[in-house]
């Protein structure tokens, strides 16, 4: 390859269009050479079948223009973040942390592996390996196994074998750590005061065990490590000390590393994006997951065309690059499979989704007795649920409309749904608790009330109503913290329709709610 052409290879662009590849991406192909496309649910993802053509119809173009075989990756971890909103509801990591079984993991890494490369994706952003200790962490939480370093570890290698089975290469993230932060790096650069000592006790654990799993890409996180590069610590994906040095020296990994996207903020942006796009590839990022921003594109290739025509990015540094890449290619050349689409959502999906499901609920507690529920056919049970929403771009919530009341009107009929907004004001507080009144029963479902006064202080004042209130925290275990005097707390950890159900079917007994908390409740609970 010429100096652009390797440098193309470097690069991975996104675009705005569902129906074939857009004029823009097209010139881009032409100009720059990339080695491949990141899809996004609102940019791309449309139908099954729409979504398939796309991806042939992309490389047709790369091979029209004599470019090597793409990388086609998208965000399907299952759970909260479905980039994929037609593949099977498969209950999320947290979930599967909650069943403690690597069977399962790996069984739900088959089902993800064999839809995407029904798809014609070849490369899946996914597992995430962080360690969710920070009940505050906004970005990562259900994304996580949990909070031990050894299960969270077992479960993203047994995730990665399934994945890889199917000939889709998996992409652990967010390397070192993301789970013990308290701000979004999609929003700013963050840091892990960590010691190197405790860096590789915990966050750096499943990393290990992902390596040994062959996960074919690492993804950086953009966050900053001050006991690796002092206080003034860069985001890991523009380190050599973090890539070079912890990822390649100490933990012997030769595959390809990836950035996170390189249009959030802990990234400089604008003008300053060139600066930060050579830094990366110099601190050995192999791809640069670039934004659908044309201006931004040119921005990344320009970068490291000039960083190498000036001799910042050797040419051995650049070969040496561009040869993972092509021996990544290689192997998914080598072990492509293409299922029908009728894969997607089968009978045998589906049955991985509910086992997932209905072995992840767990009882945390039931100290007045109200399950199994028992009512009479004429008394009435209120379902209340907050509207979801992306709490984090990594998130695909707001595509969801939980159907837990519907799901629990198989069992009782007399079953009525309100919902309340994500952070209820005062004005909806009261109306909903006008309207819940003359119910024999309430189901509260919450969203993250812990990290949402609004919606715990409307928990709370429901639990003063007097009447049976049954909590289900359908993202993260954390909300018991907020209104420790619940009396009955039941976890999901998401809110795709086999958690629903397995959810409903355990509150009336017909199903065992066995289940172990992943991660601690803040000094009520400790995990399983």
């Not at 839809?115 to 962490?137: F, Q, R, S, T």
């Not at 024999?440 to 969203?447: C, E, N, Q, R």
């Amino acid at each position: 390859m010429d100096l652009e052409h390797l440098v193309g290879q470097k690069l991975l662009f996104a675009f705005h269009g569902k129906e074939k590849p857009s004029p823009e991406i097209v010139e881009a192909f032409k100009k720059y050479s990339p080695s491949g496309i990141s899809l996004f649910r609102s940019l791309n993802i449309g139908t099954l079948s729409q979504l398939k053509e796309l991806n042939e119809s992309l490389q047709r173009l790369a091979r029209e223009l004599s470019l090597p075989p793409l990388i086609i990756a998208t965000d399907q971890e299952g759970g909260q973040l479905m980039a994929v909103g037609d593949g099977t509801p498969l209950p999320g990591n947290m979930a599967l942390g909650a069943t403690r079984s690597p069977e399962l993991a790996r069984k739900a890494g088959e089902v993800l592996g064999r839809e995407m490369a029904a798809l014609g994706i070849n490369v899946n952003y996914a597992p995430c390996a962080d360690v969710n200790i920070n009940p505050k962490n906004p970005v990562v939480g259900i994304r996580s196994f949990g909070e031990d370093p050894i299960l969270v570890g077992e479960l993203a290698a047994a995730m990665i074998k399934g994945i890889q089975s199917q000939g889709v290469a998996a992409t652990v993230k967010h390397f070192p750590g993301h789970g013990d932060t308290a701000s979004d790096s999609h929003l700013g650069l963050t840091t892990v005061p960590h010691s190197r000592e405790r860096l590789h006790a915990v966050e750096l654990t499943p990393f290990r065990s992902a390596l040994k799993a062959d996960a074919k890409l690492v993804m950086t996180a953009h966050l900053g490590i001050p006991s690796i590069d002092g206080p003034d610590a860069p985001p890991a994906t523009l380190s050599p000390n973090i890539i070079n040095g912890l990822l390649r020296r100490d933990l012997g990994y030769d595959g390809v590393v990836v950035t996170d996207a390189m249009d959030m903020h802990a990234i400089r942006q604008g003008e300053l994006l060139r600066e930060d796009s050579l830094r990366a590839a110099k601190a050995g990022a192999d791809l640069l997951l670039v934004t659908s921003n044309p201006q931004d594109q040119t921005r990344a290739f320009e970068a490291l065309l000039n960083g190498a025509q000036a001799g910042q990015l050797t040419m051995d540094e650049l070969q040496t690059s561009v040869a993972r890449i092509t021996r990544l290619k290689n192997w998914l050349s080598e072990n492509s499979s293409k299922p029908d689409l009728s894969v997607i959502q089968s009978t045998e999906h589906m049955q991985v989704a509910n086992e997932i499901a209905e072995k992840s609920i767990t009882l945390v507690r039931d100290d007045r007795r109200y399950l199994p529920i028992k009512l009479d056919a004429d008394k009435r049970i209120a379902v209340i649920i907050p509207v979801p929403q992306d709490l984090t771009p990594a998130d695909t919530s707001s595509y969801i409309q939980p159907k837990l009341a519907e799901s629990i009107r198989v069992y009782h009929a007399q079953t009525d749904e309100f919902k309340i907004p994500y952070a209820p004001n005062d004005g909806d507080i009261a109306a909903a608790l006008k309207r819940v009144r003359e119910h024999d029963l309430i189901v509260m479902g919450t969203i993250n009330a812990y990290a949402e006064e609004k919606q715990a202080e409307f928990v709370r004042q429901l639990l003063q109503t007097g009447k049976p209130v049954i909590v289900i925290a359908m993202r993260l275990p954390y909300d018991l913290a907020a209104f420790p005097q619940a009396s009955t707390f039941v976890c999901t950890y998401g809110i795709l329709e086999p958690s629903m159900r397995a959810v409903a079917k355990a509150l009336f007994g017909y199903g065992e709610m066995t289940g172990q908390l992943p991660v601690s409740i803040p000094g009520l609970v400790e995990a399983g």
